[in-house]
């Protein structure tokens, strides 16, 4: 075993020209170039398991992942981080990914454009696009499918000229938003930004999912190196327990208390650097009394032992509706299918940990809180709850974040951060760890299904009976919801006569389940699905004609009893639009999947919607365009100022974009598909108020949009519920080799309304693919029989690399949403609702085995017979 260097020691090398020398400590060369040398183009998105290539740089003119690069092998060496690259250099990269829409969250692109420039500074225009998927291996994308981050790189191998031109108004092809700062890593996330006399934190979990917390020693972590302050529980002022719905989610574990799940906190450790911090959290020393862990979601609802501290039921939710006489429709129907269906759960693996810096003002008693997540004025909220102070206390600002698709929601550590930065009275930042951010936040649902669905001899649809059981894991998070979701979508884009659904959501001690795009509405329908392919095998007919047989039409009752409006239009243009392509297939022997489905934009159910936006005239001519919606990567700050554009006819240059809870404009979660629909339409009421004041300088131009007209689900006495104010749709085809049962395209026909800004909806849908491939067939999040994830790095989690991605062709139609602005509907979650179904759909034409379980195997795999 190799002795560690002494902590005095340094070690020095050359970074963009300039020698440096750095402390030989640091447990990677990453961490010295960002937490010593402040250089943060190079990203830490999993060090240092370096499975993501978002800390890519070069030494000695070779591309390194830096997260597995010593600092003592770095003596000596020329390093390069996107920083010193030459600015003509950068600013054809950063042209290129903005033009092409190669980036959405942006925090994989810095690393990624130091991979393509090793590979085109070696071949230069010889560089071909298959090469470079496969040199990205060493990297990952969550968001954009990597099909326009290939079109970038080969537009700067081949000296492409590209348009880098802002977006003009609605339907306009724009750059988005900041993206060519984000292209090269200028634009900082949390964990980027740095404050003078700024603390680091590291939190301390727990050992147990299920267990009493006898005692905590912290004597050890606070005699450590370079550490402040140590707090727990018992320095809470406020309220312990935090959440979006319920408020069942303790901050800590304090002594006397329960676990509940593997990503409990018990601790946070304050220290001068990160390193000490996460040290000296690691001495902390816990004593517990560890009992039977609850991890069967059916047993537990029958389980005499509660799985969770607190509650008083294993049962979080029942989601329950019926129409007609289904059990007379089956008797009746010439065909019917009863199946049991099995989804996965599935872990996020957005790029960016969860990051939180928390700065007081000591000359007037506020705090600012720098926040990724995903609704910053819940964060205020839950935070002044915590510190048991007034709401004007706090402000928190939104960090354009590094990806979420539903992950970011609850909060991580922002409660933690802000309590030790109220206490010090000091900035504290706190960053999570991979492992920590994987232990930590809410997943997706795995769900059980059994579904039987009948149908005439013509093959139209009498009924549908489904009965679902959802692992919600140990808080509530928006698990009740998501299970409601899955009921209400559980017939699909279809007219049913008769039905009869019901969903429960179960606590158990495994990892908490909540939002992630779709929402329960994408396992719903992996379902729906499969039992329409099989009984149009029954019947003798295809799959895109026994879906053209049963579409839901403008007038007809959907699901939970909704009466479908002109919106609907859109699921039968897009299985119209697919037909050319699903019949070429065919034609050519190909194995052929089809999916159809659709998507709610919004919360619907009943609540009351609310967005605000405030649009600014300031002096210095520029205009503040303020709104309620956390940027991800999906564009709604684009969107923003596509909107003020199209309405006060001004150039995009002029536009700012801003989220801070300074105005009270946000009112919930950026979720539901409904970020560009809200944001749109109270930006587009806000420009609409400053017409009519001359639009004036130093003024505040409200616009308020309010979606109130939806019902509960199984609403008592209501019988045709408005479930839901707007849905998308769309169409996907899987075509494959028969024999190889490998994908060879991806076609995606969706329907979203009105294309806000078409580039950025095309990377929305293509993104969604990749993500919907690999719930289909790769992707798993499992746990063990002690409530612990069993696949605990990037790799592990089985997501789809560059190299095994196949061509997805994309088109879009239009069929407006009637009472939403310009007629627009939701693309972000869609887009992975048609793919598993189609996936499975295809590998029975490929073998004839029909796929019950996700994740699917092809080529004859027992475990999904």
């Given at each position: 075993?190799?002795?560690?260097?002494?902590?005095?020691?340094?070690?020095?090398?050359?970074?963009?020209?300039?020698?440096?020398?750095?402390?030989?400590?640091?447990?990677?060369?990453?961490?010295?170039?960002?937490?010593?040398?402040?250089?943060?183009?190079?990203?830490?998105?999993?060090?240092?398991?370096?499975?993501?290539?978002?800390?890519?740089?070069?030494?000695?003119?070779?591309?390194?992942?830096?997260?597995?690069?010593?600092?003592?092998?770095?003596?000596?060496?020329?390093?390069?981080?996107?920083?010193?690259?030459?600015?003509?250099?950068?600013?054809?990269?950063?042209?290129?990914?903005?033009?092409?829409?190669?980036?959405?969250?942006?925090?994989?692109?810095?690393?990624?454009?130091?991979?393509?420039?090793?590979?085109?500074?070696?071949?230069?225009?010889?560089?071909?696009?298959?090469?470079?998927?496969?040199?990205?291996?060493?990297?990952?994308?969550?968001?954009?499918?990597?099909?326009?981050?290939?079109?970038?790189?080969?537009?700067?191998?081949?000296?492409?000229?590209?348009?880098?031109?802002?977006?003009?108004?609605?339907?306009?092809?724009?750059?988005?938003?900041?993206?060519?700062?984000?292209?090269?890593?200028?634009?900082?996330?949390?964990?980027?930004?740095?404050?003078?006399?700024?603390?680091?934190?590291?939190?301390?979990?727990?050992?147990?999912?299920?267990?009493?917390?006898?005692?905590?020693?912290?004597?050890?972590?606070?005699?450590?190196?370079?550490?402040?302050?140590?707090?727990?529980?018992?320095?809470?002022?406020?309220?312990?327990?935090?959440?979006?719905?319920?408020?069942?989610?303790?901050?800590?574990?304090?002594?006397?208390?329960?676990?509940?799940?593997?990503?409990?906190?018990?601790?946070?450790?304050?220290?001068?650097?990160?390193?000490?911090?996460?040290?000296?959290?690691?001495?902390?020393?816990?004593?517990?009394?560890?009992?039977?862990?609850?991890?069967?979601?059916?047993?537990?609802?029958?389980?005499?032992?509660?799985?969770?501290?607190?509650?008083?039921?294993?049962?979080?939710?029942?989601?329950?509706?019926?129409?007609?006489?289904?059990?007379?429709?089956?008797?009746?129907?010439?065909?019917?299918?009863?199946?049991?269906?099995?989804?996965?759960?599935?872990?996020?693996?957005?790029?960016?940990?969860?990051?939180?810096?928390?700065?007081?003002?000591?000359?007037?008693?506020?705090?600012?809180?720098?926040?990724?997540?995903?609704?910053?004025?819940?964060?205020?909220?839950?935070?002044?709850?915590?510190?048991?102070?007034?709401?004007?206390?706090?402000?928190?600002?939104?960090?354009?974040?590094?990806?979420?698709?539903?992950?970011?929601?609850?909060?991580?550590?922002?409660?933690?951060?802000?309590?030790?930065?109220?206490?010090?009275?000091?900035?504290?930042?706190?960053?999570?760890?991979?492992?920590?951010?994987?232990?930590?936040?809410?997943?997706?649902?795995?769900?059980?299904?059994?579904?039987?669905?009948?149908?005439?001899?013509?093959?139209?649809?009498?009924?549908?009976?489904?009965?679902?059981?959802?692992?919600?894991?140990?808080?509530?998070?928006?698990?009740?919801?998501?299970?409601?979701?899955?009921?209400?979508?559980?017939?699909?884009?279809?007219?049913?006569?008769?039905?009869?659904?019901?969903?429960?959501?179960?606590?158990?001690?495994?990892?908490?389940?909540?939002?992630?795009?779709?929402?329960?509405?994408?396992?719903?329908?992996?379902?729906?699905?499969?039992?329409?392919?099989?009984?149009?095998?029954?019947?003798?007919?295809?799959?895109?004609?026994?879906?053209?047989?049963?579409?839901?039409?403008?007038?007809?009752?959907?699901?939970?009893?909704?009466?479908?409006?002109?919106?609907?239009?859109?699921?039968?243009?897009?299985?119209?639009?697919?037909?050319?392509?699903?019949?070429?297939?065919?034609?050519?022997?190909?194995?052929?999947?089809?999916?159809?489905?659709?998507?709610?934009?919004?919360?619907?159910?009943?609540?009351?919607?609310?967005?605000?936006?405030?649009?600014?005239?300031?002096?210095?001519?520029?205009?503040?365009?303020r709104h309620g919606w956390t940027e991800?990567?999906?564009?709604?700050?684009?969107?923003?100022?596509?909107?003020?554009?199209?309405?006060?006819?001004?150039?995009?240059?002029?536009?700012?974009?801003?989220?801070?809870?300074?105005?009270?404009?946000?009112?919930?979660?950026?979720?539901?598909?409904?970020?560009?629909?809200?944001?749109?339409?109270?930006v587009k009421l806000a420009c609409e108020?400053?017409?009519?004041a001359s639009c004036a300088v130093g003024?505040?131009?409200?616009?308020?949009?309010?979606?109130?007209?939806?019902?509960?689900?199984?609403?008592?006495?209501?019988?045709?519920?408005?479930?839901?104010?707007?849905?998308?749709?769309?169409?996907?085809?899987?075509?494959?080799?028969?024999?190889?049962?490998?994908?060879?395209?991806?076609?995606?026909?969706?329907?979203?309304?009105?294309?806000?800004?078409?580039?950025?909806?095309?990377?929305?849908?293509?993104?969604?693919?990749?993500?919907?491939?690999?719930?289909?067939?790769?992707?798993?999040?499992?746990?063990?029989?002690?409530?612990?994830?069993?696949?605990?790095?990037?790799?592990?989690?089985?997501?789809?690399?560059?190299?095994?991605?196949?061509?997805?062709?994309?088109?879009?139609?239009?069929?407006?949403?009637?009472?939403?602005?310009?007629?627009?509907?939701?693309?972000?979650?869609?887009?992975?609702?048609?793919?598993?179904?189609?996936?499975?759909?295809?590998?029975?034409?490929?073998?004839?085995?029909?796929?019950?379980?996700?994740?699917?195997?092809?080529?004859?795999?027992?475990?999904?017979?």
């Amino acid at each position: 075993m190799t002795a560690s260097p002494p902590l005095d020691t340094k070690v020095s090398f050359t970074v963009n020209g300039q020698p440096v020398s750095v402390a030989s400590d640091h447990p990677h060369l990453l961490a010295a170039l960002r937490d010593e040398l402040n250089i943060t183009s190079a990203k830490d998105g999993c060090s240092p398991s370096g499975q993501c290539g978002c800390c890519t740089i070069m030494i000695d003119g070779k591309a390194q992942v830096s997260c597995q690069y010593s600092v003592a092998k770095a003596e000596g060496k020329n390093i390069t981080t996107l920083e010193g690259v030459d600015e003509a250099e950068r600013q054809q990269y950063a042209d290129a990914f903005a033009a092409c829409g190669g980036l959405q969250c942006g925090f994989c692109i810095p690393g990624i454009v130091m991979r393509a420039k090793s590979q085109i500074d070696k071949k230069g225009a010889d560089l071909k696009r298959e090469d470079m998927a496969r040199h990205l291996g060493a990297h990952l994308c969550r968001c954009t499918g990597y099909v326009k981050v290939l079109d970038a790189i080969e537009a700067v191998a081949q000296g492409t000229p590209v348009d880098v031109s802002m977006p003009s108004g609605i339907g306009s092809r724009g750059t988005k938003y900041e993206a060519s700062a984000l292209a090269l890593g200028d634009r900082g996330y949390v964990d980027d930004i740095r404050v003078p006399g700024m603390l680091h934190a590291a939190l301390h979990l727990t050992a147990h999912v299920r267990a009493d917390i006898v005692s905590i020693d912290s004597s050890a972590a606070l005699a450590a190196s370079g550490v402040t302050a140590v707090f727990t529980a018992a320095d809470v002022p406020g309220d312990l327990r935090v959440g979006i719905i319920y408020k069942d989610w303790p901050v800590f574990i304090g002594v006397g208390e329960r676990t509940s799940y593997a990503g409990d906190v018990l601790a946070i450790v304050v220290a001068n650097t990160r390193r000490e911090a996460r040290a000296a959290a690691a001495l902390i020393q816990v004593e517990y009394n560890v009992h039977r862990p609850i991890v069967d979601a059916h047993a537990a609802i029958e389980d005499t032992e509660i799985a969770v501290a607190g509650t008083t039921d294993n049962v979080l939710s029942r989601s329950e509706y019926a129409r007609g006489d289904v059990d007379a429709a089956l008797s009746v129907s010439a065909f019917s299918v009863t199946e049991t269906f099995q989804t996965q759960r599935i872990e996020h693996a957005f790029l960016e940990p969860e990051a939180t810096l928390a700065v007081p003002n000591t000359a007037d008693g506020t705090m600012h809180v720098y926040s990724g997540g995903q609704g910053v004025w819940d964060d205020r909220d839950q935070i002044c709850a915590v510190l048991n102070v007034p709401t004007d206390k706090v402000t928190v600002e939104l960090v354009s974040n590094g990806g979420a698709f539903g992950g970011k929601e609850d909060m991580s550590n922002q409660a933690q951060t802000a309590l030790a930065a109220w206490l010090l009275q000091k900035p504290v930042s706190c960053t999570l760890s991979r492992e920590e951010s994987l232990l930590m936040h809410a997943k997706r649902h795995p769900i059980h299904m059994v579904y039987t669905v009948g149908a005439t001899a013509e093959g139209k649809i009498t009924a549908v009976r489904a009965r679902m059981v959802g692992d919600s894991g140990a808080y509530a998070s928006v698990g009740m919801k998501v299970l409601e979701r899955a009921a209400g979508h559980a017939t699909g884009p279809y007219h049913t006569p008769a039905v009869d659904v019901s969903s429960i959501a179960v606590r158990t001690n495994n990892p908490v389940c909540g939002a992630f795009r779709g929402f329960g509405a994408n396992q719903a329908q992996f379902a729906m699905e499969g039992c329409l392919d099989r009984l149009a095998e029954q019947i003798g007919i295809s799959g895109w004609e026994i879906r053209k047989r049963n579409v839901i039409h403008p007038g007809e009752v959907w699901g939970p009893g909704q009466i479908m409006d002109d919106g609907c239009l859109g699921a039968e243009e897009c299985l119209d639009t697919i037909k050319s392509a699903y019949d070429v297939a065919v034609a050519e022997g190909k194995a052929v999947g089809l999916g159809l489905g659709l998507k709610n934009s919004g919360l619907g159910n009943g609540f009351r919607e609310i967005a605000r936006a405030v649009v600014h005239f300031r002096a210095d001519d520029i205009v503040e365009v303020r709104h309620g919606w956390t940027e991800m990567g999906q564009g709604v700050h684009t969107v923003a100022l596509q909107v003020a554009v199209e309405e006060l006819g001004i150039e995009s240059s002029r536009i700012r974009v801003i989220v801070d809870t300074t105005r009270q404009l946000g009112f919930g979660q950026t979720t539901g598909s409904r970020g560009t629909l809200m944001a749109a339409a109270s930006v587009k009421l806000a420009c609409e108020e400053a017409k009519k004041a001359s639009c004036a300088v130093g003024v505040d131009y409200m616009g308020e949009y309010v979606i109130d007209w939806t019902q509960h689900l199984g609403e008592p006495g209501v019988e045709n519920p408005t479930i839901h104010s707007a849905f998308g749709y769309a169409a996907q085809l899987v075509v494959m080799d028969k024999t190889t049962q490998e994908i060879e395209k991806v076609v995606a026909v969706h329907d979203v309304g009105r294309a806000v800004n078409p580039t950025l909806c095309e990377g929305q849908i293509e993104g969604a693919v990749h993500m919907g491939l690999g719930y289909a067939l790769s992707e798993n999040f499992p746990s063990n029989e002690l409530g612990f994830p069993t696949n605990m790095t990037l790799r592990s989690l089985g997501i789809i690399r560059p190299k095994d991605m196949p061509p997805i062709e994309v088109t879009m139609v239009e069929c407006p949403q009637p009472r939403s602005p310009y007629g627009i509907k939701g693309v972000g979650e869609i887009g992975l609702v048609p793919t598993a179904p189609a996936v499975a759909a295809a590998l029975h034409n490929a073998d004839g085995m029909w796929r019950t379980t996700l994740p699917m195997k092809p080529k004859n795999n027992d475990s999904n017979e």
